[in-house]
């Protein structure tokens, strides 16, 4: 256990009337005499708790009623504590023992009326992708070691081979996880999905020491898929997508523009294949302006969807009406 939750476990115990001694955390925690002194002395001394000592029942109390550590019972550390716990459980992560410790941890550490906040934090991402743990602590050590790590790789629709990696960054993109970094294989950086990774373990060899790497450049374009930029595209929105959009970013170098129609949207792209699946996920609320390029590609996609349903026959159904989120 760690000094904080001793230090925390103390406080609570005095505040409760329970009147602590060294024995209390020689006997919870399974610490030396010393260790559990020095925590009472930086309790009393560094933290200024008002602990006093009563002879009679052989233990601490505090002579102030209502002293609090700081940040104990604060909402927006408590807050910030929970989303960690449940972010981590949505991206794939749940599974990690450290996060199972962190979810124990918080729950020593907060008064009963503070896990309120705790049980009315509710987080769903959808399409979330399971992870193997022990790839992901595999890459998280090879980042910190900074040692090449060799694992097999199967790409969309491609057949799995043996890729050695000098791991750069690990991302978090709208719930995956990937791994970006120089792949010898290819002689260049590359993107990884780790859901795509088996067999992971860390290389024989340290990374290059020249090994450049510019973060600038996954936060050129919009999207996963990164890259110089090849155009600026232009998106328009009208009705409730318009009032969605006004409010939601999408890159940082993107431009939101009131017209008479809706709402322009411009933003520099490198791929289009994510930007048309969001163009595309408001219907006919959203148009592509430009480039030509992508108003050609948004008009094969919608064509080839409206072939999909050019001869299905429509039956009645009592399915209630879509509506949009308002």
């Known amino acids: 256990m760690s000094f904080l939750e001793r230090v925390f476990y103390f406080h609570q ?4 009337g329970n009147f602590p001694n060294a024995r209390t955390l020689i006997e919870h925690f399974e610490v030396s005499l010393a260790t559990a002194r020095r925590d009472i002395n930086y309790l009393r001394d560094r933290l200024f708790a008002p602990l006093a ?8 109390y505090y002579q102030n009623e209502g002293f609090r550590l700081p940040f104990e019972e604060s909402p927006r550390i408590v807050f910030l504590l929970a989303m960690l716990g449940k972010f981590a459980e949505e991206a794939g992560l749940g599974s990690l023992p450290e996060v199972r410790q962190l979810e124990q941890r918080l729950a020593t550490l907060i008064s ?29 050590e090879a980042v910190v070691k900074k040692r090449l790590i060799v694992f097999e790789y199967r790409p969309i629709g491609g057949q799995s081979r043996e890729r050695t990696v000098a791991p750069l960054q690990i991302i978090n993109y709208q719930g995956r996880w990937y791994l970006y970094g120089f792949c010898n294989l290819r002689l260049e950086n590359r993107l990884f999905h780790i859901a795509r990774i088996s067999k992971a373990a860390l290389g024989n060899s340290p990374m290059p020491a020249d090994l450049q790497f510019d973060r600038n450049h996954l936060i050129q374009s919009f999207g996963i898929f990164q ?11 009208t009705s409730k997508a318009a009032d969605l959009v006004r409010k939601q970013h999408w890159h940082k170098d993107q431009e939101l523009t009131a017209v008479d129609d809706g709402l322009l ?21 959203a148009r ?30 009592d399915l209630p009406e879509i509506t949009s989120i308002t």
């Not at 309120?116 to 992708?129: A, T, Y």
């Not at 193997?132 to 595999?138: L, Q, R």
């Open 13 to 16: 115990e005095a505040s409760q």
């Open 288 to 317: 592509v302006i430009s480039p030509p390029e992508l108003v050609m590609q948004a008009q094969k996609e919608t064509s080839a969807m409206a072939g999909l349903y050019s001869t299905v026959k429509i039956v009645k159904t």
């Open 265 to 285: 949207l411009r933003l520099p792209v490198s791929d289009s294949r994510e930007l048309l699946m969001k163009v595309l996920q408001h219907g006919s609320l």
């Open 227 to 237: 890259g110089k930029p090849r155009y600026q595209a232009e998106i328009l929105f």
């Open 112 to 140: 009963a009326d503070y896990q309120k906040i705790v049980d009315s934090l509710f987080c769903q991402w959808i399409e979330v992708e399971s992870i193997d743990h022990t790839i992901f602590e595999t890459i998280i």
């Open 53 to 60: 000592f009563d002879s009679k029942r052989n233990g601490f």
